[in-house]
């Protein structure tokens, strides 16, 4: 639970919720629902009677400052039916605070050390705000700050030990399968059998910009046996995939480049109309990129491609700039001025404007892969659906899956 | 309401509440709560009839894809006791979506038709989830798909003046405006007697990536009221903050420089080293770019940096790549093979690896600007505790600041 006017008004996202319901979910724990409230005690305290009905644990952050808007203390006192009184234990440590810094305390956090009667503090090593913890008769709440540097140092310190032995034995272990290449719904088919409900691991599909990402969560008794279990899974995902897949966890398209350039000792280059930069921008977000990205082009112009990658004035005015043509032109002329095994080129209508319906709608990309072997083109028609920003990336992640499935020695077309 | 196991385990951050709070509120309306769940019938169905008891309008995202854990449909269906039908008017669309991109229609996307009786389609323009639409007795329930530019559209399109309609009461007007190049302790100040609690407008700050916007937040009895108090302060701002204010609302820096690039009919190319196409990127995210952006190179090895830049290789060995010296004649190379008015050049050292303190640190990056006057140069110490992504995105910025304030006639330095 998350409390402040500035999430629920849309001022501030809340991420404190996604990071600890990933600590949680670790700790062998199900997280049931995550709730924002804004600066209002009846809220508040419905919220936290709800939760202590309903789960067997409460974990809530923000609204413990010093202002009258900070209304946290007040609800979980409402809820549980105690009063505020001042806890000692909290004062002696928010002067310390002032202390240890050699400031004086504004009165403002005196209010701070009132906390509902028979809770107990939560030290907050980095910051004024006590943490509360009631142990209720069947249900714990614990609140923390809303500061996130605060809010998880107190949790890794006074919280997840107790939560971890709390969680009923079961532990759960989560991992994901990235592909690119297949809609979600072909993806959801291959693995149907797998994504049956109340099915442990459960298995599920997510789409974003393109990416299919399966994600496969298990629970067993013990972190080997859960492990096992979702490794089980992961390998026959994988199987079933084959080359869509292209990495686990957070990994990205241009991690699974990187990792196979690096092996190969290999090298590439970039040149760019329709993408503007954001291939090669991709390529070098890897740390250490500079062993296989040599240089890039950013041609916009016509008489750059022809300055730069020597594409001929001739073939821009026979088939314009937006063709495969000048694509596969690109790419030999990119390969050959930057000397490197592979060059990989862009060009298309990103939009919003300058399409021509229907031979060359806004969406219309060529993407060339050059090699030793000689060129490669695939032709996109990424659709008006898309913003120029979401048809720029799919454009981009085409190119750095052509150069990865090529890498693998597959021929992308 | 935001549904979704990726959401309650953690892995994925909503930030689609946060956007349709910030709609709902300037609406008129109030959001009391932001429910997340997991892909779960019974906790969906469940938060779906409370919000229904305890609200006007229920706005849920997520949960309307085409595999068998999106269950969005069924749980909408449990809460107001009604079964699934195939919608001819869904399906309709979802074939229409298909034929307009001559793809052939997954079988799984046939489920994305199945609505609860009763309930209304929600055209959706960019993808195949249609929405649902309830209207009960009391309470309105509007089911949107979790990706952000689908949910986005249809709520504009179709939701956003039904909500306005009903809406009672005071209406709501927020701006933003945005700075950068100062701390935000110091725009704090300059505006502190702005931002005093319970006035009328609210004034507040946000820092994102260096960029400070200050949030001016107004209601009163008609928009036109509430547009005139919020105009007046955000004039205000303005005129105290000077040339750090690059624009408003949702924009970027980049199209403050492609505002003022196009006014005055100037035209620029770039020589990235350690941001690696990203500047490329930025200044070609705006539509129409190709009227002022000509080419850009990516210099990631000093042979290249000598090759297409003319840079001396001598330079290189004397100074290093990462230093003033190197960046100036990037840029002066830069300018003069591009043939255009200004030239934009990074070096820097992005990180994790390769910095050499003390004199060499990770974030010490060098910009330089060139244009017929000369070669300008900024030193930045970003600084180890930014991630490699952070300083790659600062030192873009900079550059596109350091353009800004020239096209102004301020000189950076």
């Given at each position: 639970?998350?409390?402040?006017?500035?999430?629920?008004?849309?001022?501030?996202?809340?991420?404190?919720?996604?990071?600890?319901?990933?600590?949680?979910?670790?700790?062998?724990?199900?997280?049931?629902?995550?709730?924002?409230?804004?600066?209002?005690?009846?809220?508040?305290?419905?919220?936290?009677?709800?939760?202590?009905?309903?789960?067997?644990?409460?974990?809530?952050?923000?609204?413990?400052?010093?202002?009258?808007?900070?209304?946290?203390?007040?609800?979980?006192?409402?809820?549980?039916?105690?009063?505020?009184?001042?806890?000692?234990?909290?004062?002696?440590?928010?002067?310390?605070?002032?202390?240890?810094?050699?400031?004086?305390?504004?009165?403002?956090?005196?209010?701070?050390?009132?906390?509902?009667?028979?809770?107990?503090?939560?030290?907050?090593?980095?910051?004024?705000?006590?943490?509360?913890?009631?142990?209720?008769?069947?249900?714990?709440?614990?609140?923390?700050?809303?500061?996130?540097?605060?809010?998880?140092?107190?949790?890794?310190?006074?919280?997840?030990?107790?939560?971890?032995?709390?969680?009923?034995?079961?532990?759960?272990?989560?991992?994901?399968?990235?592909?690119?290449?297949?809609?979600?719904?072909?993806?959801?088919?291959?693995?149907?059998?797998?994504?049956?409900?109340?099915?442990?691991?459960?298995?599920?599909?997510?789409?974003?910009?393109?990416?299919?990402?399966?994600?496969?969560?298990?629970?067993?008794?013990?972190?080997?046996?859960?492990?096992?279990?979702?490794?089980?899974?992961?390998?026959?995902?994988?199987?079933?995939?084959?080359?869509?897949?292209?990495?686990?966890?957070?990994?990205?398209?241009?991690?699974?480049?990187?990792?196979?350039?690096?092996?190969a000792g290999k090298t590439v280059a970039t040149a760019e109309s329709c993408t503007g930069g954001l291939l090669a921008k991709t390529l070098t977000d890897v740390p250490g990129?500079?062993?296989?990205?040599?240089?890039?082009?950013?041609?916009?112009?016509?008489?750059?491609?022809?300055?730069?990658?020597?594409?001929?004035?001739?073939?821009?005015?026979?088939?314009?700039?937006?063709?495969?043509?000048?694509?596969?032109?690109?790419?030999?002329?990119?390969?050959?001025?930057?000397?490197?095994?592979?060059?990989?080129?862009?060009?298309?209508?990103?939009?919003?404007?300058?399409?021509?319906?229907?031979?060359?709608?806004?969406?219309?990309?060529?993407?060339?892969?050059?090699?030793?072997?000689?060129?490669?083109?695939?032709?996109?028609?990424?659709?008006?659906?898309?913003?120029?920003?979401?048809?720029?990336?799919?454009?981009?992640?085409?190119?750095?899956?052509?150069?990865?499935?090529?890498?693998?020695?597959?021929?992308?077309?």
């Amino acid at each position: 639970m998350a409390i402040g006017d500035e999430l629920v008004t849309g001022q501030t996202v809340d991420t404190n919720s996604a990071w600890l319901a990933e600590q949680v979910r670790v700790r062998g724990a199900r997280v049931r629902r995550l709730v924002v409230v804004g600066d209002d005690v009846e809220q508040i305290a419905g919220v936290f009677r709800q939760g202590l009905d309903q789960a067997d644990w409460v974990i809530a952050t923000g609204g413990l400052g010093p202002t009258a808007d900070d209304l946290t203390r007040a609800g979980i006192a409402r809820a549980i039916g105690v009063k505020l009184e001042e806890s000692r234990e909290a004062l002696g440590r928010i002067e310390a605070f002032f202390e240890r810094w050699q400031r004086p305390m504004p009165a403002g956090n005196r209010l701070q050390a009132l906390l509902p009667g028979s809770c107990a503090v939560v030290p907050n090593p980095r910051g004024t705000a006590p943490g509360v913890w009631y142990r209720g008769p069947r249900s714990q709440l614990v609140a923390l700050p809303g500061v996130p540097g605060e809010m998880k140092a107190m949790f890794a310190d006074s919280v997840a030990a107790s939560l971890g032995a709390a969680a009923s034995g079961r532990v759960g272990v989560v991992r994901r399968v990235n592909t690119f290449g297949l809609p979600e719904a072909v993806v959801g088919e291959a693995i149907a059998d797998l994504m049956v409900r109340a099915r442990n691991p459960a298995v599920g599909t997510t789409a974003s910009g393109g990416v299919i990402s399966i994600r496969v969560v298990g629970a067993a008794d013990s972190a080997a046996e859960a492990e096992a279990l979702v490794a089980a899974d992961v390998a026959e995902v994988r199987q079933r995939l084959g080359s869509v897949v292209f990495g686990d966890g957070d990994e990205a398209l241009e991690h699974a480049v990187a990792r196979l350039l690096m092996a190969a000792g290999k090298t590439v280059a970039t040149a760019e109309s329709c993408t503007g930069g954001l291939l090669a921008k991709t390529l070098t977000d890897v740390p250490g990129s500079s062993a296989y990205f040599i240089q890039g082009y950013i041609t916009y112009s016509n008489r750059a491609k022809t300055a730069l990658l020597g594409v001929p004035a001739d073939l821009l005015e026979l088939h314009g700039a937006v063709s495969g043509e000048v694509a596969e032109a690109m790419a030999r002329g990119c390969r050959a001025a930057a000397g490197t095994d592979f060059a990989l080129a862009t060009t298309g209508i990103a939009g919003p404007d300058g399409g021509r319906p229907p031979e060359r709608p806004v969406g219309l990309v060529y993407v060339a892969l050059a090699d030793a072997a000689g060129v490669r083109v695939e032709r996109l028609l990424l659709g008006a659906h898309l913003s120029r920003a979401e048809i720029r990336d799919r454009a981009a992640k085409v190119a750095r899956n052509m150069l990865r499935l090529s890498l693998l020695g597959w021929p992308a077309a």
